[in-house]
């Protein structure tokens, strides 16, 4: 399959044009312009410098209250929202499904009433079922809705920080070569990234076995069916042959609680296909840039040494999320017309 559409970019490297209008929520980055990211990104380079002070903290979020709602289990997105919310001062308040009244039966819609009523300014939400942010940014009108994952659906803040992690590295995203490798089907990280790279003027390629990849994206080129997510993309199932002159290869996650139906013919045949490992790199190009969002099966869908060799920027894609985090939270609560 080919890239059947071309998305212009202007250089990277500033804002281009006029600052984008103000936004409420963060559903996903489908409805993001190109301007919109690369303000988004220019202002978590502001927020990396933070982190490297040796006082972590400024008082941008004084007064301000940040409440983490996460349903699923995380590490990553929940600390790294905690930490952004807290370098900026906002008081952050973290709940679970675990211990709330969802364990009385309580909804998510009434749970996320009650969160608006205390006054809270943003609410920051991970959930099992997708849809659930969107649902929540319906009904609420006084707050704003970050969506930290939901369902099989989306995963708008780990896309964006991994755009800035290429940006960061090869100071510019349009005309590179993004493979991402794995199980596509289950992944929302996968969904969310396409519409990044793609809109900033990225190439991106998907493999992995055909099995794991969303139905609309293996329709032929000329079926007038296909989405516009579907021509956002590539699909080649031959890794060897994807990998080829990639500047950025992505691993996922192998989703190993989710292949009980039967979409692999066995992990042994998976790892020999599409791991991404040392042979498979020599066919990328030079100093090509490894990741992976996180948690990893190492030796599965990523070897050993290279989730930890030269090439990788795994440790540098967790940094970088706590940046862009801090510069969500700023922008959909301040706004971007004050410094930090």
Same mark, same amino acid.
């Given at each position: &399959? ?25 559903? %996903? ?36 209250? =940040? ?17 952004? +919310? ?66 099989? @659906?989306?995963?708008?803040? #780990?896309?964006?920080?991994?755009? /800035? ?27 969310? %990234? ?9 190439? =991106? =390629?998907?493999? +992995? ?8 994206? &293996? ?35 192998? #989703?190993?609680?989710?292949? @009980? ?8 045949? /998976? ?20 990741? @992976? ?5 190492? +030796? ?9 060799? +030269? ?30």
């Amino acid at each position: &399959m080919s890239l059947s559409r071309t998305i212009e970019t202007p250089e990277i490297g500033g804002v281009q044009g006029p600052e984008p209008a103000p936004r409420k929520h963060v559903l %996903d980055l489908d409805d993001f312009s190109q301007e919109e990211i690369s303000a988004i990104l220019e202002s978590a380079r502001s927020m990396k410098e933070v982190l490297r002070r040796d006082i972590k903290k400024v008082p941008a979020l004084r007064g301000k209250v =940040v409440v983490t709602l996460f349903y699923e289990a995380s590490t990553r997105t929940r600390v790294s929202f905690e930490e952004a +919310g807290k370098v900026l001062s906002a008081d952050v308040i973290n709940m679970s499904a675990s211990g709330s009244s969802t364990e009385k039966g309580e909804s998510l819609l009434n749970t996320g009433l009650t969160i608006q009523a205390m006054g809270v300014d943003t609410i920051v939400i991970r959930h099992p079922h997708s849809g659930a942010p969107h649902l929540l940014a319906q009904h609420l009108d006084k707050v704003s809705i970050i969506n930290a994952g939901d369902g099989l @659906h989306a995963h708008p803040t #780990q896309a964006l920080l991994d755009l /800035y992690t290429v940006q960061d590295k090869l100071g510019s995203l349009e005309g590179m070569k993004v493979v991402i490798v794995g199980d596509m089907l289950h992944s929302r990280v996968a969904h969310s %990234d396409i519409w990044g790279f793609a809109k900033m003027g990225a190439k =991106v =390629v998907l493999s +992995g076995p055909a099995t794991l990849m969303p139905t609309d994206l &293996m329709r032929t080129s000329g079926d007038l069916a296909r989405s516009s997510f579907a021509s956002l993309v590539e699909v080649d199932t031959d890794l060897d042959q994807a990998i080829e002159g990639a500047d950025v290869v992505m691993a996922l996650r192998l #989703q190993q609680e989710r292949q @009980h139906a039967g979409y692999l013919p066995s992990l042994r045949e /998976y790892i020999r296909r599409w791991q991404v490992n040392e042979d498979r790199l020599e066919k990328a190009k030079p100093g090509v840039m490894v990741m @992976h969002p996180g948690p990893m099966n190492e +030796g599965i869908e990523i070897s050993n040494s290279i989730a930890h060799g +030269g090439n990788s920027v795994i440790e540098d894609q967790v940094t970088n999320g706590v940046a862009v985090r801090m510069a969500l939270l700023y922008r959909l609560t301040i706004g971007s017309g004050q410094e930090v």
